[in-house]
C-alpha cells in the first residue's frame, strides 16, 4: 500500500508531463525523435538497473543482510556501486560519442533517408543531438535503482517509490521553462531527462547515509558477491526485460511506419504503465525482498501463499483497469492530451491512440502477472528458466508483429507486444507448476471469477452511462466533469459487487487469506 501510494504520485506526474510534452510536441516529427531519444536510455535503464540488476542484486543483498549482518552489506554495497559505476561511466561515454551510430542502428529507415537527403533526414540528425542530453541518464538512474534496492531490502520502500516523482518534476520545469529558448522544443525535454536523472540519484543520498550504508564505492569485479550478481545478473538480462526488448523492437518498425507511430504508441503505453507501476509494479517491488528472504529461511508454505497473494491481487486490480481503458480511453486521452501540438494535428490523435491503448490493454493482466511470476524465480536464484521463456516470447513478438503491422500498422505491434506477453506469464506460471514451487490455489480460481462477474457489471454500467452523457463536442472542464463520474460509477460498481460477493478487504491485505477461505 505504502509503494502504491508512492506510485500513485509519481504516475499522477507522470500523466502530467505527458499531457506537457503533447501540449509541446503533439504526435508529429519532433514527438518521434524525442520519444525514441528517451526510449533507447531507458531500455538500458532496465536492462542494466530495474532489470538484470535488481533481479540478481536483490536476493544476494536479502541472503547476505539474513546470515552475514549489515557490515557485510555495507562492504557489498561499495563493491556492487563501485563496478557498475564504473561499467556504466564507460557505456554512458560510448553512448554520448557514438549517438549518431546508435541512432542510425535503431532509426536505421532515418539513417538511410539523411544519408540519401530523403524527408526524414531531419529526423536522424535531431535524434542524434538528442542522445547526446538522454544518454547521461542512464548512468544516474542505473544507481538510483542500486540504493533504492537497498532501501527497499531494509523496508524502506516510500523514498524508492517516491524518487520517480522528481523526473517528471524535472521534465514538466524545462519543458515550461527552457522551450522558448529553443528552435526545437525537444531539447528543453531533453534536458528535464538528464537533470532529472541527476537529481533522483542526489536524493537518495541521505536515505543511504541515515541506514550507514553510504560508504566510498569499490571496484570489486572478482569479489565472490560481485561474481555471484554477475553470473545472475547475464541471463536476466534477457529474461526480466524481455518486454522492454519487444517495446525496442517495436519502436525500430515504429520508425519506418507512418510519421505519428511512436508517439501514439507511446502514449498508449503511458496510459497502460499507469496501472501497470501502480500495482504490478509496486507488488514487484515489495515481493521480491520477501521471497528471497522467505528463500533463504526455507519457507517453502509461506513462500507459495505469497506468490498467490501476488496473484491475487494482480487479478483484483487488473481485470476492472483493462475493461476500464477499453472501454474509456478516448476519453482519459481527449482529457489528458487532446489540447495544443496535439489536438492541432491533420491526424485524430484521439482515436489512434485509443486503438493503441485498447490494443495493449488486451495483455494488461499478463504484464502484471509477469511482474510477480517473474520474482518467484529470481527469489531463488534461478535466473536460466526466464531467459528461456524471454526467447520463447520475444521470437513469437517479432512473429506476431510480422503477421500483424503489414495489416494493422502500429496497432499491429500493440496487440503483438500485449500477445507475447500472455505468452511470457502463461510459460512462467507453467514452469513454477512443473517445478513444484507454485500453484494458483483453489481460493485464488474463484476469486478470479468473482473479479470477472464484478469487471463485466461495471463494463455495463460505463456503456450504460457513456449513452447517457456523451462526452464528444464538450469542452475540457464538462469532460473531466464527465471523467471523474464515470470514475466514481465504475469504482463504486465494481467495488460494490465484490462485496456482495463476498469479497472482503483481508481477502486482499493477507498474503494467508487462501488458507483462511479454503479452511
Known amino acids: 500500500m505504502v509503494v502504491s501510494a508512492m506510485t500513485m504520485i509519481s504516475r499522477v506526474m507522470g500523466l502530467v508531463r505527458d499531457a506537457v510534452v503533447a501540449n509541446l510536441l503533439g504526435a508529429g516529427l519532433a514527438a518521434d525523435v524525442f520519444l525514441f531519444a528517451n526510449r533507447i536510455p531507458n531500455f538500458m535503464r532496465r536492462l542494466f538497473a530495474e532489470g538484470a540488476f535488481a533481479q540478481a542484486f536483490v536476493p544476494v543483498l536479502a541472503e547476505i543482510k539474513e546470515q552475514h549482518g549489515d557490515d557485510k552489506v555495507r562492504l557489498f554495497v561499495a563493491q556492487a556501486a563501485g563496478t557498475l559505476g564504473t561499467i556504466l561511466m564507460l557505456v554512458t561515454l560510448i553512448g554520448v560519442i557514438g549517438s549518431p551510430v546508435i541512432a542510425g542502428l535503431f532509426g536505421t529507415s532515418w539513417f538511410i533517408d539523411w544519408w540519401q537527403g530523403g524527408e526524414n533526414a531531419e529526423k536522424f540528425v535531431l535524434a542524434s543531438a538528442l542522445l547526446k542530453l538522454t544518454f547521461p541518464y542512464l548512468f544516474f538512474i542505473s544507481l538510483v535503482a542500486l540504493s533504492g534496492a537497498v532501501l527497499n531490502v531494509y523496508n524502506r520502500f516510500s523514498v524508492a517509490a517516491f524518487t520517480p516523482v522528481l523526473l517528471n518534476i524535472s521534465i514538466i520545469s524545462c519543458a515550461l521553462l527552457l522551450h522558448d529558448r529553443f528552435e526545437q522544443g525537444a531539447y528543453a525535454l531533453a534536458i528535464g531527462v538528464f537533470m532529472g536523472g541527476l537529481v533522483q540519484f542526489l536524493f537518495q543520498l541521505p536515505f543511504l547515509a541515515r541506514l550507514g550504508m553510504l560508504s566510498k564505492p569499490k571496484f570489486a569485479w572478482q569479489s565472490p558477491e560481485v561474481v555471484k550478481v554477475r553470473k545472475l545478473m547475464l541471463p536476466a538480462m534477457f529474461g526480466v526485460s524481455v518486454s522492454q526488448i519487444n517495446l525496442l523492437l517495436d519502436t525500430i518498425i ?144 517479432m512473429v506476431f508483429n510480422l ?117
Open 254 to 397: 515504429a520508425a519506418a511506419l507512418a510519421t505519428g507511430s511512436i508517439a501514439w504508441l507511446y502514449y498508449a503505453d503511458r496510459l497502460i504503465e499507469f496501472p501497470l507501476g501502480l500495482f504490478g509494479i509496486g507488488i514487484a517491488t515489495v515481493i521480491l525482498p520477501a521471497l528471497s528472504k522467505l528463500h533463504a529461511k526455507d519457507s517453502i508454505q509461506e513462500f507459495q501463499q505469497t506468490l498467490d497473494w501476488g496473484v491475487r491481487f494482480v487479478l483484483f486490480l487488473g481485470i476492472p483497469a483493462m475493461a476500464g481503458l477499453i472501454l474509456i480511453s478516448p476519453l482519459i486521452i481527449s482529457v489528458l492530451f487532446g489540447h495544443g501540438a496535439f489536438a492541432q494535428s491533420e491526424q485524430d490523435n484521439i482515436s489512434a491512440v485509443s486503438g493503441a491503448v485498447t490494443a495493449y490493454s488486451v495483455g494488461l493482466v499478463s504484464f502484471m502477472l509477469i511482474k510477480v511470476l517473474a520474482p518467484g524465480f529470481f527469489a531463488r536464484q534461478d535466473t536460466k528458466t526466464p531467459v528461456k521463456i524471454g526467447i520463447i516470447a520475444m521470437s513469437l513478438n
Open 403 to 519: 503477421m500483424l503491422a503489414p495489416f494493422i500498422g502500429y496497432l499491429g505491434l500493440a496487440l503483438a507486444t500485449a500477445l507475447s506477453a500472455t505468452c511470457n506469464a502463461a510459460l512462467l506460471y507453467r514452469y513454477l507448476s512443473q517445478a513444484g514451487v507454485y500453484r494458483v490455489s483453489p481460493f485464488t480460481l474463484v476469486f478470479f471469477a468473482k473479479c470477472v462477474a464484478a469487471s463485466v457489471m461495471m463494463s455495463g454500467a460505463l456503456v450504460w452511462l457513456n449513452q447517457l452523457l456523451p462526452w464528444q463536442g464538450s469542452d475540457l472542464m464538462g469532460q473531466i466533469g464527465i471523467l471523474s463520474l464515470q470514475l466514481v460509477i465504475a469504482i463504486l460498481t465494481y467495488f460494490v459487487v465484490m462485496y456482495l460477493l463476498g469479497v472482503r478487504f483481508s481477502t486482499i491485505r493477507d498474503s494467508s487469506a487462501a488458507g483462511a477461505g479454503a479452511a
